[in-house]
């Protein structure tokens, strides 16, 4: 058995890609056999605790009876049908169901296989609205930095100038227009001087400029930095009032994980074009999709190429989407909110302590995501193996130790989680 797991690693290791890893120095990987619930099942019949939720998307944990069996009971009529020149119930009931549970004037969705290909939908969404509009001029871009929109590469493009590699890819990037991300943390009282860069940004440059995208509240893979709502409501102002489109990617912060079920929630603003994945089918097939208003759809379908040019292959794959809307049905069924609350105060309570390590810089915690940032970048090898040594399954990417959980992960299992955390970051760096 032990033989087996070594040639498999073995192979592992020679041939196959992961995320973000060099093929000549491969970071160590662990075999996981199995998962359920809030657990990782690891081949060598270890258990870890789930830190991550699969990079925001299983909130419901793993191996979910309910999920399971929207899966089995779709897989039994059809796992997949074009979606060109064909239609199915999977598809229209969660398009009404996401239709139904985000801010009103968003009610034209177009559906798609990933979070990044929900970007470059949206990036061509806005593109192509302006092009009907007789303002094919306004053909770039504004956002911030330290934000992530995805790997692809008008995803990329918008994505932080140093972390997004603008640097190794700066003669194959569309240009766009960056200023500073939000200073202002989520509570901070506010002040107009926290948007003064990106008032300025838009004055200058509106004209040429189709949209402002952005993650909405939380930037996510690009620093893990909670920002105050009242940057989104003074955003929406400037963007009307410039005549730029606002593309929210709620792709990390959607479904609640913030404690509101988007977070353009907390800002009781609507963005003109919405990106949505990640948690959409609770960790179980890759799905996303990209919502707009009546009144860019018209535009776009009203212009020189009559329509919306994308289609993927995989186009509202009905599996995906029947997966999708029991999730949702799932998250619904109860009091999510109160949950999400449970969670922010056992992180709060939890993780706080960090702050008085010398290593550490500072100590966050918004809904249910909690992050501890240090001072230096972590060995990530090293502390990634002491996590799984204590049974807990974290990954931490440069000075950043986060932890975004199942929903489902009850208290006792969330103590355990922070105390681990909080004693292996003691013994960091010092
Ligand atoms: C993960 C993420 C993406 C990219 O989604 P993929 O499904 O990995 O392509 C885009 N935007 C944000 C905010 C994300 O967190």
Redesign the pocket.
Known sequence: MKKAIQSSLDFDREHIWHPYTSMTRPLKTYPVASACGVYLNLADGRKLIDGMSS??AAIHGYNHPLLNAAAKDQIDKMAHVMFGGITHEPAIALSRKLIDITPAPLDRIFLCD????S?EVAIKMAFQYWHSKNHPEKNTLMTVKSG????TFF?MSVCDPVTGMHHMFNDILPKHHFCEAPACRFDDLWDDRHIAAMKTLIQKHHTSCAAVIL?PVVQ??GGMRFYSPVYLKKLRQLCDEYNLLLIL?E??TGFGRTGELFGCNHANISPDIM?V??ALTGGYL?L?ATLTTEKISTAISSGESGALMHGPTYMGNPLACSIALANLNLLFSCDWQANIKRIESKLIAGLEPCRTFKQVKDVRVLGAIGVVEMKDPVDMERIQQQFVDQGIWIRPFGRLIYTMPPYIIEDAELDTLTRKMTQIISKTGS
């Open positions: 990079w925001w990933s979070g990044s290909v970007v992530y929109h995805g790997d995803a993650e996510g893979a990617d792709i990390a990106c994945g990640k890759t996303a």
